[in-house]
């Protein structure tokens, strides 16, 4: 049963401060990673997803990915209060069907 | 576009009676999941569909818990014998081909209350 492992829990950094997330899957056939925010009270939105090896960049956010290692990670730079939220990890694999696991979250809280 | 639709938003049920969830995909969308969410488990894993045929259902409680989709416009999570534990958020999320790098878009949930 794949699992999806997020650190850390949670997270507290200034206004414009850089974020860093992190998330790796126990299965090595793992093929897909999305990374999705909520809000408080809202459901899950998809922010960005990556499926090769290396880096993707969209406005302040930067994924990397390195599948040798299962391992991906959410970079946010100039972190803004509205970027406070739980950053969700998402994975699946060709041999599990592409169900897709999420991981326990981590929340992020920029102070202003 | 009117997403994901699920309904109820919300649904208060007596211990031991049964609740009924519903979820509309995207139009054109061939999978359908469903997960459930609370602030002790997360988000997890329940079932599966895909053009319509069950594909995974090993998230599922197997003695309260069904889904069905009888047609590509809807799917269903009936929960029979409710029990407090079962008070979470259930959320379902359509995708176009989970087989391809398709992304998956939320409904807004039914927050489901046992008491």
């Known amino acids: 049963q794949q699992k999806v492992q997020q650190s850390p829990e949670s997270l507290i950094v200034p206004e414009g401060g850089m974020a860093s997330l992190n998330c790796t899957s126990s299965?090595?056939?793992?093929?897909y990673f999305w990374w999705y925010r909520q809000h408080s009270g809202k459901s899950p939105k998809m922010l960005m997803?990556?499926?090769?090896?290396g880096e993707k960049e969209e406005g302040r956010f930067t994924v990397h990915l390195n599948k040798a290692s299962l391992h991906t990670s959410l970079h946010i730079r100039d972190s803004q209060p509205s970027d406070s939220a739980l950053y969700l990890c998402a994975a699946s694999c060709r041999t599990g069907g592409y169900k897709v696991v999420f991981g326990s979250g981590t929340r992020l809280l920029v102070s202003p | 576009n009117a997403g994901v639709i699920q309904t109820p938003r919300h649904k208060v049920t007596g211990k031991g009676q049964e609740a009924t969830l519903w979820c509309e995909p995207i139009?054109?969308?061939?999978?359908v999941f469903w997960y459930r969410q609370t602030i002790v488990q997360g988000l997890e894993f329940l079932t599966y569909?895909?053009?319509?045929?069950?594909?995974?259902d090993s998230g599922m409680p197997k003695e309260r818990f069904s889904a069905q989709m009888p047609n590509q416009s809807h799917s269903t999570l009936k929960i029979q014998s409710t029990q407090p534990q079962d008070s979470a958020v259930y959320l379902c999320?359509?995708?176009?081909?989970?087989?391809?790098?398709?992304?998956?878009?939320f409904g807004s949930g039914t927050r489901l209350l046992v008491i």
């Open positions: 997803s990556i499926f090769s090896n």
């Open positions: 139009s054109g969308h061939s999978a």
């Open positions: 999320a359509s995708s176009l081909d989970p087989g391809v790098t398709s992304d998956y878009t």
């Open positions: 569909f895909r053009n319509q045929a069950p594909i995974d």
């Open positions: 299965d090595r056939n793992v093929d």
